[in-house]
């Protein structure tokens, strides 16, 4: 099924505009330490979250960000850096889903995404884009990585030729 015209209204970004190896920059977050705590007390309360103390006297000899926090910042960076600019029919997953380093509190995280695969028989309307994703901290290390598929329109679908 394709979507109506008006739903691709806000779209610029079509499969065809998929190249491998094209990088995407995501923008950045700042990781506050209110926030991460919040979060965890709420989601994920392992006391290396939550508790300053504990979290000196855990292996990472301070705060860390709860794994389900970054990725949570990973999917707003992905968000607004650019999939609402993407005519997605629908995400596949993610894969290999990696918590390479520590996120404290203070850290800018940076993210980025590279076309890694290009699939165009999915559907007569849609490819199959596979994008490696990285999260970055303010030192360049990665602090997450992973990969996701995603089913996109072509733009004759969308009626733009």
Do not use: W
């Not at 505009?17 to 979060?39: P, Q, W």
């Amino acid at each position: 099924m394709v979507p109506a015209d008006d739903q691709f209204a806000s779209k610029s970004i079509f499969f065809e505009d998929f190249a491998l190896g094209d990088v995407h920059d995501l923008g950045s977050y700042v990781m506050e330490i209110d926030e991460m705590v919040g979060f965890a007390l709420q989601f994920d309360p392992h006391p290396l979250h939550v508790d300053e103390e504990a979290g000196r006297k855990s292996f990472f000899g301070g705060l860390v960000a709860s794994g389900v926090h970054t990725l949570g910042v990973y999917s707003r960076l992905m968000y607004d850096g650019l999939m609402r600019h993407v005519a997605m029919a629908a995400g596949r997953g993610l894969d290999e889903v990696r918590l390479r380093a520590p996120v404290r509190p203070g850290d800018v995280i940076s993210g980025r995404a590279r076309v890694g695969a290009v699939d165009d028989a999915r559907r007569p309307e849609q490819g199959l884009v596979t994008l490696e994703c990285e999260l970055r901290n303010q030192e360049d290390t990665v602090v997450l990585s992973l990969s996701t598929q995603i089913q996109v329109y072509r733009r004759a679908a969308a009626g733009r030729v």
